[in-house]
């Protein structure tokens, strides 16, 4: 057991990012924040709940005076100081931020004083696992908090608000409640046999297990769209040397990112960028052009081009209006029949009818359309249809599943009331279906974080950054 199993004591970190700026936060928590804060600062006011006072930030070893006796401690900083009594806090403690100028070597003196004083060094994430254990959050919310930190989209940052907010909880607590008012009826049926309680039919326990699937169902559902925002997509542009793969690649990013010249096979590396469509996090792979390579650079580079052709999670084929289907692109159009693809035909401004390949449809059920990376025609369409392929249509919803552990949960869930329906619908005893419904009840509680064992928690804290 660690000490933020039993936080008794009192933690300290500086929470703002490493680096130097205007302001910067040492942050206590815990019951001695308060006096450890009156000793580390001058206050020029005593503290007061909900109030910032100014301070002045000394240090003991510098003396103003001449003599020993005479000597006050110099003013090195001035500081705001805010306290946040408990349980009105972000850790459900008392909580006293000391907001100085944001020099590292300011935060580090306030630090090691505070630590001299009697504080400990907080661990990564322990303020957050602090809220968690006071019931300020709860897991899905302390989730979020590290989620939100770590955003690098508008939209990422609205959904982990959304979830901080606890929108997903709030699709969990019903689904919750409706199974243990199940469990407590079966449960009475057998405590309370002899004493004339109707034992639930099978009819009745069918029903509501019926009614229990289809909202777990849909959020198991929801994790490919909070997968898809929490974590991006690849997106491989591949075609042949001069088809205007690199051109499209900047067109998309907005910016000259990849060389382009009129002789094939300029690129010769892979090129990468990541952007943002629609607040979805998407990485852009420009490929070295696919033949047959002529030097050994080359054969190097389309080689790590199948590679990122393998690995991407989109594929956007870019074809040559100018020019008819070769073996090679033939040969990628089957090779990504069953997967997630799209066709650009380019240079659609050298053509008169840009409308489709010959014969393409014939060789790939993947969506085309017409662009040109010079003039920009279709770059739009372009975007959108990209999105649409990522997203497979689907709108925004609250309460999304965003990472692997909670699309677990809900999985286990919806097996466990599978096997119940399946064990009622057999006739088996109530005591054996009622194993199967606590298994989906603890399923359901490790989503939020009722029933996880300690050092499933440590894991998920020590990922926070140190301060949070």
């Known amino acids: 057991m660690t000490d933020r199993d039993s936080p008794t004591d009192t933690i300290a970190a500086i929470s703002t990012p490493p680096g130097r700026g205007?302001?910067?936060?040492?942050?206590?928590?815990?019951?001695?924040?308060?006096?450890?804060?009156?000793?580390?600062?001058?206050?020029?006011?005593?503290?007061?709940?909900?109030?910032a006072r100014l301070a002045d930030v000394v240090d003991d070893s510098i003396a103003d005076a001449d003599s020993e006796a005479d000597a006050v401690p110099q003013v090195i900083d001035e500081a705001v100081v805010t306290y946040f009594?408990?349980?009105?806090?972000?850790?459900?403690?008392?909580?006293?931020?000391?907001?100085?100028?944001?020099?590292?070597?300011?935060?580090?003196?306030?630090?090691?004083?505070?630590?001299?004083?009697?504080?400990?060094?907080?661990?990564p994430g322990e303020f957050?696992?602090?809220?968690?254990?006071?019931?300020?959050?709860?897991?899905?919310?302390?989730?979020?908090?590290?989620?939100?930190?770590?955003?690098?989209?508008?939209?990422?940052?609205?959904?982990?608000a959304s979830q901080m907010g606890?929108?997903?909880?709030?699709?969990?607590?019903?689904v919750?409640?409706?199974?243990?008012?199940?469990?407590?009826?079966?449960?009475?049926?057998?405590?309370?046999?002899?004493?004339?309680?109707?034992?639930?039919?099978?009819?009745?326990i069918e029903r509501r297990i019926d009614g229990l699937t289809p909202p777990l169902a849909a959020l198991e559902a929801s994790f490919a769209r909070g997968r898809l925002v929490h974590d991006g997509l690849t997106l491989a542009i591949v075609g042949r040397p001069n088809a205007g793969k690199s051109s499209l690649f900047n067109r998309l990013?907005?910016?000259?990112?990849?060389?382009?010249?009129?002789?094939?096979?300029?690129?010769?590396?892979?090129?990468?960028?990541?952007?943002?469509?629609?607040?979805?996090?998407l990485e852009l792979v420009d490929t070295a052009g696919l033949r047959e390579g002529r030097e050994e650079v080359e054969q190097i580079g389309i080689a790590r081009s199948r590679e990122a052709l393998a690995d991407a999670d989109l594929v956007l084929i870019v074809l040559d209006a100018t020019g008819e289907l070769n073996d090679e692109e033939r040969r990628l159009l089957a090779a990504v029949e069953d997967r997630p693809a799209l066709i650009a035909i380019n240079k659609c401004d050298l053509v008169a009818n840009c409308r489709s390949a010959p014969h393409l449809e014939e060789l790939s059920s993947a969506p085309s359309l017409s662009t040109s990376a010079l003039t920009g025609e279709g770059i739009e369409e372009l975007r959108a249809k990209i999105l649409v392929l990522a997203t497979g249509g689907a709108a925004q919803e609250p309460g999304l599943?965003?990472?692997?552990?909670?699309?677990?949960?809900?999985?286990?869930?919806?097996?466990?009331?599978a096997d119940a329906a399946r064990a009622n619908a057999s006739s088996t005893p109530h005591e054996m279906i009622l194993l199967d419904l606590y298994r989906a009840l603890w399923a359901l509680d490790s989503l939020t974080g009722q029933t996880l064992p300690d050092d499933i928690l440590n894991l998920i804290f020590s990922t926070f950054c140190i301060g949070k």
């Open 166 to 174: 606890g929108a997903l909880s709030r699709r969990v607590t019903p």
């Open 22 to 51: 205007g302001i910067g936060i040492v942050r206590l928590s815990g019951p001695d924040a308060v006096s450890i804060a009156a000793q580390l600062v001058r206050l020029r006011h005593p503290l007061a709940a909900a109030h």
């Open 128 to 160: 957050t696992h602090r809220a968690f254990l006071s019931g300020r959050l709860d897991l899905t919310q302390a989730e979020a908090v590290r989620d939100l930190i770590e955003a690098q989209t508008l939209t990422q940052a609205r959904q982990a």
């Open 253 to 281: 990013v907005e910016r000259d990112r990849a060389i382009v010249t009129a002789t094939p096979g300029t690129t010769r590396d892979l090129v990468t960028e990541r952007i943002s469509l629609d607040g979805i996090p």
């Open 176 to 204: 919750k409640q409706t199974l243990v008012e199940l469990i407590a009826l079966l449960e009475a049926g057998i405590d309370f046999a002899e004493d004339d309680v109707d034992v639930t039919s099978e009819a009745e």
């Open 401 to 417: 599943l965003t990472n692997l552990r909670q699309h677990q949960a809900v999985k286990t869930g919806l097996d466990a009331l």
């Open 85 to 123: 009594e408990a349980p009105h806090s972000y850790t459900a403690e008392d909580v006293v931020e000391i907001a100085a100028h944001g020099s590292p070597v300011i935060l580090e003196f306030l630090l090691r004083r505070a630590l001299a004083l009697g504080a400990r060094l907080a661990e």
